[in-house]
């Protein structure tokens, strides 16, 4: 079985449960997940994980996002992209002084109110059922985090910018409400995701790709370790008698664990401090964390793969 996450470039076309069909035809593996949804019409980084490392997925969909996206002004649509059903056009008369200070007013934490044609539920149905049976419902805001919208260019009708933003964020609502904002309406055009947490576009590859390096047996190329995808924490050798422990995801002793020099004082003086526990051979064991209260470090989630 393959353990570790593959980083997809999903082209447009393609349903996200499409990508992750095609890969277990590919990989004859079934326990694959995907790490956030993309439209069909959008491209980019769709995080697909392999094996053990399904247990990453939530952590994956929870990463900060980052896209590049065109915003047509003028239009409405009832998906709130050009694929839908036009509802409005309008004459754009704003000026571009006018569009950078409507766009800088989204950044920060705003309530956004999901579009009918999503995959959120409502009573058991996916809106997106209810809106093309023609029935819209009411939605209640969310919160959610735009970290940043670096404005690309603007030619109008269009706008192209750079969304940094939460889970949960809607770049085809965020279009939407600039539009409205501005008095004159606005669908998205094109999205494309270039970034999920560590996971970026550079680093992505194609179906075919991974249908060709499977062919060739080699698709543990482009399989990236679990581990990575907690570069962040501290890294911990486990001792033989740990590891006797740890395989069983039981509570691991101070002794049980080494790190660099003088980090490990410094970890477990912190309530929850996490550390990342592997073996001599790079086997990972899981996710752990201190609890002053007894002193132990306590499984946070195991992996228990090379």
């Known amino acids: 079985m393959l353990n570790g996450i593959i980083n997809i470039y999903k082209e ?15 990989t004859h593996q079934k326990k694959i997940g995907h790490t956030g949804t993309l439209d069909p019409d959008a491209e980019g980084v769709l995080c697909v994980c392999m094996g053990a490392a399904t247990r990453v997925c939530d952590m994956l969909t929870d990463a900060t996002k980052q896209y590049e996206a065109v915003c047509l ?8 992209d050009t694929s839908g059903q036009v509802l409005s056009e309008t004459a754009v008369d704003v000026s571009e002084e006018d569009v950078r200070a409507c766009i800088a007013g989204f950044i920060g934490e705003i309530d956004q109110i999901p579009p009918m044609y999503s995959a959120l539920k409502k009573d058991g149905r996916k809106l997106y059922e209810l ?36 889970k949960g964020t809607y770049i085809r609502t965020l279009c939407n409400d600039i539009g409205e904002k501005l008095g004159c309406g606005a669908c998205m055009k094109h999205l494309t ?5 560590d996971f970026d576009l550079s680093t992505s590859h194609k179906l075919a790709e991974i249908e060709a390096l499977a062919i060739e047996e080699r698709i543990s190329n482009v399989l990236i370790p679990i581990a990575d995808v907690f570069s962040d924490l501290p890294v911990a ?3 033989e008698a740990g590891a006797k422990r740890a395989v069983n995801g039981n509570l691991l002793d101070v002794k049980d664990v080494v790190t660099d020099a003088g980090s490990l004082h ?3 003086q912190t309530d929850a401090a996490r550390i990342k526990v592997v073996g001599p051979d790079g086997f990972f064991y899981g996710i752990y964390a201190y609890d002053p209260a007894d002193g132990k470090y306590h ?4 992996f228990l793969c090379p």
């Open 12 to 26: 447009p076309g393609f349903t996200s449960h499409d990508v992750v069909a095609k890969l277990r035809g590919i």
């Open 73 to 80: 002004l003028g239009v409405t649509t009832d998906t709130q």
């Open 131 to 166: 809106a093309r049976a023609g029935i819209e419902v009411e939605r209640e805001p969310r919160r959610i985090t735009v970290y940043d919208i670096e404005v690309i260019s603007i030619e109008l009708p269009e706008i192209t910018m750079r969304v940094t933003c939460s």
């Open 193 to 197: 995701r270039t970034r999920v947490g």
């Open 237 to 239: 050798t486990v001792t």
């Open 266 to 268: 410094n970890i477990k």
């Open 299 to 302: 499984p946070v989630k195991m």
